[in-house]
């Protein structure tokens, strides 16, 4: 069982940066892709951005410029670097993980329990 945790997140003045982090914890797996996705209240999960195990990385038009993915440690850690934030990124922040258990190729899809960003003065 893949379980991810994720931590970083906080109370940040508009203009700041916070960096988000994610590691996933299990025996036996592989993970194709670890997305973040971002919600606010009465609004629907968002995605923000995605890694893929070879370092692909893709973000959404509103934070391009001003987040970053990156992973490390073999791939079971990620990151979102956010910079430059404003208000409206103010929401709960969740890593998804996609992948298999190994060697019997399960697939799974699993998330994190998110972690609070807040942007405000």
């Known amino acids: 069982q893949v379980q991810l945790v994720e931590s970083g997140g906080g109370l940040v003045q508009p203009g700041g940066s916070l960096r988000l982090s994610c590691v996933a914890s299990?025996?036996?797996?592989?993970?194709?892709?670890m997305n973040w996705y971002r919600q606010t209240p009465g609004k629907q999960r968002e995605l923000v951005g995605l890694?893929?195990?070879?370092?692909?990385?893709s973000l959404v038009d509103s934070v391009k410029g001003r987040f970053t993915i990156s992973r490390a440690n073999a791939n079971n850690t990620v990151y979102l670097q956010m910079n430059n934030l404003n208000p409206e990124d103010t929401a709960v922040y969740y890593c998804n993980a996609i992948g298999q258990s190994l060697p019997t190729r399960a697939s799974f899809n699993t998330w994190g329990p998110g972690t609070q960003v807040t942007v405000d003065r």
């Open positions: 890694i893929s195990s070879i370092g692909i990385t």
């Open positions: 299990g025996k036996n797996f592989h993970i194709n892709i």
